[in-house]
């Protein structure tokens, strides 16, 4: 076998590996939707999905840390702000989005974060973002005008709206602390560091109550049958969690990281599919049109970034761009120096 065919296989089967990770990030939404309709609170439902894949993930990042444990304390500090802001708050604030709004809805709002992060890169490091960038950041905005369906006749649940700017401002911590974090700390170490903290956080927000803490055993409805609570959780620890970590560390690896993130975009469309089938929530016309407005928007950016990266001079330094889809992991091994991918925000 060539060359040339070798790298065409491992690219297909790295951009199969890529969609398979959307897939599965997109199930969580409406898994946590399941789940909140049964009386579950965010806080309980966030704890149990991060506390659960850490589990699940401790063996293998202790293996990957053996020997080189003075890297996990030199991170430390990032680690754990990570965990708390980026990954157990940003999926706090989307499943509390999830609570009032569809899931299509809510994931939306969430990803205006790759707006934010255009206006912190602006603002905070002086890069002004390029045509493209701002003729995608001015579309996902009438987009989500339309999404909000702002004005017609429909009620806009207010609160619901404000969780969902807060898990975009969430998701761009995301992409702004993974860029901190050592090229040589193993992704999936970061994952496992923050979700812990993340779990812990949330466990002690709890038992204080100052996040409401609410679990239920009572049956979830998926498709119109009534399961047990236990295999929603189940799902949203394994599928939507640890799966979907591995199948994004795979993609990195074979892709890169950027076009990784980039087929990560995809997660929208399968999170509506799924909250279609599953929960009967299908979108209107217009979502549906400000849904588009608002991942052409995304995607512009996100097209606009890797240009600037091609056109860059051989050798240049990185400006630390963080822009990208629904992360995967930070720190994936196929990123270059000050660019991570990442997936959660969900």
């Not at 506390?51 to 063996?59: E, R």
């Not at 030199?74 to 680690?79: A, E, T």
Request: aromatic share 8%; glycine share 14%; with cysteine.
């Amino acid at each position: 076998m060539s060359r040339s065919a070798g790298t065409t296989i491992g690219g297909g089967r790295g951009l199969t590996t890529a969609l398979l990770s959307a897939l599965f990030f997109g199930t969580s939404g409406t898994l946590a939707a399941a789940l909140l309709t049964s009386g579950w609170s965010a806080g309980a439902a966030v704890t149990l999905r991060v506390g659960g894949a850490a589990l699940v993930l401790t063996p293998f990042a202790l293996w990957q840390l053996r020997g080189r444990w003075g890297l996990l304390r030199r991170n430390l500090p990032m680690i754990v702000v990570f965990g708390l802001l980026a990954v157990a708050g940003c999926q706090w604030f989307y499943f509390n989005a999830v609570a009032r709004l569809s899931v299509g809805v809510a994931l939306l709002l969430e990803y205006l974060g790759i707006l934010v992060v255009v206006a912190w890169m602006w603002l905070r490091h002086h890069q002004r973002p390029r045509r493209l960038t701002v003729g995608g950041a001015v579309a996902a905005l009438l987009g989500l005008v339309l999404v909000l369906d702002v004005t017609g006749s429909a009620r806009i649940d207010i609160v619901g709206v404000l969780w969902g700017l807060a898990a975009a401002v969430g998701l761009a911590a995301y992409f702004v602390l993974s860029a901190r974090t050592e090229d040589t700390l193993p992704p999936l170490v970061t994952a496992w560091g923050a979700m812990v903290t993340g779990a812990v956080g949330l466990g002690v927000l709890g038992a204080t109550g100052l996040v409401p803490f609410d679990l239920r055993t009572d049956a979830v409805r998926l498709l119109g049958t009534e399961m047990p609570w236990y295999v929603a959780i189940a799902a949203l620890v394994f599928v939507s969690t640890v799966l979907a970590y591995v199948t994004g560390i795979a993609a990195a690896r074979a892709l890169g990281a950027r076009m990784a993130s980039f087929v990560g975009l995809t997660e929208v469309l399968f999170a509506v599919l799924f909250a279609a089938v599953l929960l009967g929530q299908v979108p209107g016309g217009m979502q549906l049109a400000g849904g588009l407005l608002i991942l052409l928007g995304v995607t512009a950016v996100r097209v606009d970034e890797l240009s600037g990266d091609r056109s860059s001079p051989a050798g240049a330094p990185d400006p630390g761009t963080v822009i990208g889809a629904d992360p995967v992991v930070p720190g994936s091994p196929g990123a270059p120096a000050g660019v991570r991918t990442s997936t959660t925000g969900r």
